[in-house]
């Protein structure tokens, strides 16, 4: 099924069943609640599920926004800080998003699992990819020193992060609901590429499953760090959805599919009729460039 994000839309809108109807209206029957999500909307969302106008897919965690925030801030509270205020505040927001997840019969909720604490390599790596500075020594050192750095500080992180997330699955289990674990563009948020397999050992209920970002993917790929292809095909059993956006190199995403660098015929042969397909789009992408990706995913992957 194709569905499309409300981080398209909901920005521009105050009232929850305005924003699906624009969703439905361009010819969707499927939506995803994203994480910008503010409560002055989840009414008018109600309405809208209650009178059959559209079905949600998915929900982003957070969603609703905590009280306070305005905009999109999904990773406002972090399962990973080491702060267990903060560790209560993302858990607590995080079972407010299941239960919304249920209101709307939802199917699965998307998941950040925090990050770990250590400088920010991935914004300088990518200003030096763009540079064209990819196959430099300098380059190469930078990788080198951040795959070190995370992989040496990233047990205090992981452990909490790991316990919230045991409580959140039995929560999830209970509420019929799937929770899908997103590959993150950053090289400090975890999980790590090399770790998904050893998180699916330790969640292998069927609940806890593996969420695609494409976009998030292939800047992972223009850095050096994954071959995108690759990658989901070593998860592909553990393979809930996906969220669709192209890249312009070396890290310009949320474009529409079709306009950037994404190979997406060559994922096709991973992608199955029953995974959730959610484009994941700009504000400012018009509508007539979200019916024209969507239009070329289908000719790429299949109509459902």
């Known amino acids: 099924m194709y569905s499309l994000s409300t981080c398209w839309n909901s920005s521009r809108h105050i009232d ?14 499927y939506a995803e609640l994203s994480h910008g ?9 109600l309405e809208a599920v209650e009178a059959g106008e559209i079905q949600i897919t998915t929900l982003h965690n957070f969603c609703p926004l905590p009280i306070g925030l305005t905009h999109a ?12 205020r903060e560790r209560d505040n993302a858990l607590r927001h995080t079972l407010k998003t299941l239960e919304l997840a249920q209101r709307v019969r939802a199917r699965l909720v998307v998941l950040h699992m925090g990050a770990v604490e250590m400088r920010d390599y991935t914004e300088q790596l990518i200003e030096m990819a763009g540079e064209g500075l990819r196959d ?11 795959e070190e ?15 919230i997330l045991r409580r959140i699955e039995e929560e999830a289990a209970q509420r019929g609901l799937l929770l899908g674990i997103e590959n993150r563009e950053a090289l400090e948020e975890i999980p790590f590429e090399s770790d998904f397999p050893f998180l ?12 695609h970002d494409t976009g998030h993917a292939q800047i992972k790929e223009n850095l050096g760090f994954i071959d995108h292809v690759m990658h989901l095909e070593s998860l592909a059993p553990q393979l809930a959805g996906f969220h669709v956006h192209d890249v312009e190199f070396p890290a310009a995403d949320h474009r529409p599919p079709g306009r950037g660098m994404i190979n997406f015929a060559a994922l096709q042969p991973l992608v199955k009729p029953e995974h959730i397909k959610v484009l994941e789009l700009h504000p400012q992408t018009p509508q007539e460039e979200v019916l024209a ?6 000719s790429l992957w299949g109509p459902e």
């Open 16 to 29: 929850g069943r305005a924003m699906l109807r624009e969703i439905r209206d361009l010819g969707f029957g």
């Open 37 to 45: 999500i503010r409560l002055s909307l989840v009414p008018g969302i």
């Open 73 to 84: 801030a999904p990773n406002v509270f972090k399962f990973t800080s080491t702060d267990p």
């Open 136 to 146: 430099t020594s300098r380059y190469q050192r930078l990788c080198l020193e951040a």
């Open 149 to 163: 750095k995370r992989e040496a500080r990233k047990a205090r992180h992981v452990l909490p992060a790991f316990d």
């Open 200 to 211: 699916f050992q330790e969640f292998n209920g069927g609940t806890v499953r593996y969420w």
């Open 293 to 298: 990706a969507r239009d070329h995913l289908q």
